[in-house]
């Protein structure tokens, strides 16, 4: 009887222990699924915030800066520097030009124009900007744009504008005094070109006029003044180079399938090399003129010899 008994309480005592583990696995299975599932929904906690990964981008040195800082960078698009290239291109290719035969470009003026090209092209996205505001806000691409957006005020932006010619004036006043008055007359281009949206079906044309500019400030911020035989035709073919590659850059608007956004600004930023290449090409073939020169003289020579 005894035995009995105990047989019965052993098999009691398994049954138990097997339902416990039973049920001790199905809560740990629907913890694991909870798990998951919260994983997705938001960001796991942790002892502080993520470190951002490092990079040299424009964008991410612009997320690196203080945060009251990054709305002006951005009002300036130091995030977006493929327009401040597109502004400068042209003025190495006139100072690549004007470089004496068999000498490279004049590294103390690229290092001017390119500190002159990063304020103004800032100066005149902020005139941008300010201007076009109230459409900024109507549209996806641009809603998030300093002013629009309201993170920076109409005073402050002017206040900015203001400190950035300030500086490009300072820049402007290390050339000759013909470049001061020439490089002065753009900043009337540089005001208008965001009202030609509002007047013309061409404000390409306008930008191409205004972002050109370069390819006579440099040959004369050189040479002390514009050969028109050199700069004329390097200025117009810049401002036909401009219609096509702002036209692209249009059509990130449109939801055309033929016209793709990320496409079109993948096409756009190539413009960049595109003008590398051309500068490179303006370099060497100033190089080897030096090189014909010297062939030709000792031509010269050993035929007055003979």
Not at 129 to 148: E, F, G
Request: positive net charge; aromatic residues 10%.
């Amino acid at each position: 009887m005894l035995g009995a008994r105990g047989a019965a309480l052993a098999r009691g005592l398994w049954g138990l222990t097997h339902s416990w583990r039973r049920d001790s696995r199905a809560l740990a299975l629907v913890r694991a699924a909870g798990a998951s599932r919260a994983g997705h929904g938001q960001p796991p906690a942790g002892p502080g915030p993520r470190r951002r990964r490092l990079s040299l981008s424009a964008a991410a040195v612009v997320d690196w800066a203080p945060r009251p800082l990054q709305p002006y960078l951005r009002l300036m698009r130091l995030d977006k520097p493929v327009g401040t290239w597109l502004l400068y291109l042209p003025c190495t290719w006139s100072i690549g030009l004007a470089a004496e035969p068999g000498c490279f470009p004049d590294w103390y003026m690229l290092s001017l124009f390119g500190t002159g090209a990063v304020l103004m092209r800032g100066a005149g996205c902020t005139i941008n900007d300010i201007w076009d505001r109230d459409y900024d806000k109507k549209v996806i691409r641009t809603a998030n744009r300093p002013i629009a957006a309201g993170d920076i005020s109409i005073f402050r932006s002017l206040l900015f504008l203001g400190g950035q010619l300030t500086l490009a004036l300072g820049v402007l006043l290390c050339l000759n005094y013909y470049s001061i008055a020439l490089g002065a007359a753009s900043l009337l281009l540089v005001i208008t070109y965001p009202l030609m949206k509002r007047i013309t079906y061409w404000p390409q044309l306008a930008l191409g006029l205004t972002f050109n500019w370069g390819a006579l400030l440099g040959w004369s911020a050189i040479k002390g003044s514009c050969d028109l035989s050199v700069c004329l035709p390097l200025y117009f073919s810049g401002i036909m180079w401009t219609l096509i590659y702002d036209t692209i850059y249009a059509h990130q608007i449109y939801t055309l399938d033929i016209h793709r956004p990320e496409d079109c600004w993948d096409k756009f930023t190539s413009n960049r090399t595109l003008g590398l290449i051309v500068l490179l090409g303006i370099v060497l073939g100033n190089l080897w003129k030096e090189k014909k020169t010297d062939e030709m003289k000792k031509s010269i020579d050993s035929r007055i010899e003979n």
